[in-house]
């Protein structure tokens, strides 16, 4: 079952700041978050790990919280090089699940 | 390093058709997953090999199967395709020897598969 991002887009204008939820039905062991701006791949952003283990970029940060099954992305101060499309993908020990995603839109 | 390759980029394809993608990894990944983006549903997983076994397999169809080579590089083919089949499919290649689920995924460009 997919998880389920909220919001499903968001506009911001440059510097102001934006939180991107992720929701699940299953237990979780992690939680991916990717980037994908339009007509290219996704990229890797962060990975978060049970017991608060966290791998990725300095610049992003991001909370996973496991009883709830939910994880969240932080964008601060937004430049216009973060607009794209966010996906997270739980990790349920059955393999990556992604969802529809979350379109952000930076502007001058 | 080379990143992960996809080929075809395009295909057209009628229905009732088979085809087959194919994907290069990075150099020493062993893991190869492969997944599908439409608008509608966003990106999702299909199935994933590792040392040429299919470790995990998405909610698909039986017409969506694949394979993985013993050099890693991996096939997927859809077999009497429908409209619905249209799409983007990705496939991400990770870390040696490890859980695709617990180490960053590097994804190719894509192939986009249009059926008529």
């Known amino acids: 079952q997919q998880p389920v991002q909220s919001p499903q887009a968001v506009i911001l204008r440059e510097g102001e700041d934006a939180v991107i939820n992720c929701s699940s039905s299953?237990?979780?062991?992690?939680v991916h978050w990717y980037r994908q701006k339009h007509g290219e791949a996704p990229v890797f952003l962060m990975i978060?790990?049970?017991?608060?283990e966290q791998k990725g970029h300095d610049k992003i940060s991001a909370s996973f919280n496991e009883k709830k099954q939910q994880s969240s992305l932080y964008l601060t101060a937004s430049q216009l090089s973060y607009s794209g499309t966010y996906f997270c993908?739980?990790?349920?020990?059955?393999?990556?699940?992604f969802g529809k995603g979350t379109s952000l839109l930076v502007t001058p | 390093k080379a990143g992960v390759t996809q080929t075809p980029r395009y295909l057209i394809k009628t229905r009732g058709q088979q085809v087959t993608l194919s994907c290069s990894p990075i150099?020493?990944?062993?893991?190869v997953s492969w997944y599908q983006q439409t608008p509608g549903q966003g990106l999702q997983f299909l199935f994933e090999?590792?040392?040429?076994?299919?470790?995990n397999k998405g909610n698909f169809p039986g017409r969506f199967s694949g394979r993985q080579f013993s050099n890693s590089r991996s096939e997927m083919n859809v077999s009497t395709l429908e409209l619905g089949d249209s799409a983007l499919y990705l496939c991400?290649?990770?870390?040696?020897?490890?859980?695709?689920?617990?180490?960053?995924?590097?994804f190719g460009p894509g192939t986009r598969l249009t059926v008529l």
């Open positions: 978060l790990l049970k017991g608060g």
């Open positions: 299953k237990a979780l062991y992690s």
């Open positions: 090999y590792f040392s040429e076994t299919q470790r």
């Open positions: 991400a290649s990770s870390s040696p020897g490890a859980l695709a689920e617990y180490n960053e995924q590097f």
């Open positions: 993908g739980p990790n349920s020990g059955y393999a990556l699940n």
């Open positions: 150099s020493g990944h062993r893991s």
